[in-house]
C-alpha cells in the first residue's frame, strides 16, 4: 500500500500544497488558515495521479472490499473515481454539488442501483461538508454507502465528529500530522512553524496559533 510519506512528499513537491502560517490564506468562510490544498493539481502529473489512483484503489480493497460501486464528488473527485473504478474494474457514477435545474433535476449520474455498496472518493476532506452531502445523495437514491476514500485529511475535529455522527468511515492516503512531519523533514517549514501548523489544527476557529513562538 502507498506510504503516507510518500504521498505527502509527491503533493508537496508538485505545490498541491503550500504551507505559509507567517502568511496565513483566508478561506472562503473567512477563517485564517496556515495551509492551502489544491489537489486538483495532481490532475497535471501522470506520475503523481496514477501514484494517488493506485493507493485508493488499494485503500479500498483492504477497507472496503465488498464495494459494487465507485462515486466521485463534484468536482475534484470525478477524475480520481474514474481512474480507481477503472483499477477495479468497477461501475462508476458521480454526485453533483446541487441537483441539476432542468432534465430528471438529479444530483447522482450514471446508473445506480438500490442497495448497491458505494464508496466516495474525495479529493481531501476538510469539515467533512462536501462528503457527507455526496453520502446524503446517494443514500436518498437507496445506495449503500461504506465509507469515504480521500487523497488527504485536515484532521479537523470538526469533520471527524460530523462523519462519525452520520455513521460515516473515512480512510486516506495521506494526513496532515504527516504532512508536517514531513515538511519539516525537507526543510519547508521551521520548526517553529510546524509548531504553528499543529496549534491551528488544535483549534482552527481560533487565531492564537498565529502567535505561538
Request: glycine share 6%.
Amino acid at each position: 500500500m502507498t506510504n503516507k510519506t510518500s504521498i505527502a512528499q509527491k503533493l508537496l513537491s508538485i505545490q498541491a500544497v503550500s504551507l505559509k502560517p507567517t502568511e496565513p490564506f483566508t478561506w472562503s468562510s473567512g477563517m485564517k488558515s496556515p495551509i492551502y490544498c489544491d489537489n486538483r493539481l495532481t490532475l497535471s502529473y501522470p506520475a503523481v495521479r496514477k501514484e494517488v489512483a493506485q493507493g485508493l484503489a488499494d485503500l479500498i480493497q483492504t477497507n472496503y472490499p465488498e464495494v459494487e460501486v465507485i462515486a466521485g464528488t463534484a468536482t475534484a473527485g470525478i477524475p480520481h473515481a474514474a481512474w480507481v473504478s477503472e483499477l477495479l474494474d468497477l461501475p462508476m457514477i458521480y454526485v453533483r454539488g446541487s441537483a441539476k435545474g432542468h432534465g430528471k433535476q438529479k444530483r447522482i449520474e450514471g446508473k445506480l442501483e438500490v442497495g448497491q455498496k458505494v464508496v466516495v472518493i474525495e479529493d481531501l476532506i476538510s469539515t467533512g461538508g462536501s462528503s457527507l452531502s455526496a453520502v446524503e445523495a446517494i443514500r436518498e437514491d437507496e445506495g449503500d454507502v461504506l465509507g469515504v476514500a480521500a487523497i488527504f485529511t485536515y484532521e479537523l475535529k470538526k469533520a471527524d465528529g460530523r462523519l462519525a455522527a452520520e455513521n460515516v468511515t473515512a480512510h486516506v492516503l495521506t494526513d496532515y500530522t504527516t504532512l508536517i512531519q514531513t515538511a519539516k523533514d525537507l526543510e519547508v517549514i521551521s520548526e517553529n512553524e510546524q509548531a504553528m501548523l499543529k496549534a491551528w489544527r488544535d483549534d482552527p476557529e481560533s487565531e492564537a496559533w498565529m502567535e505561538v513562538e
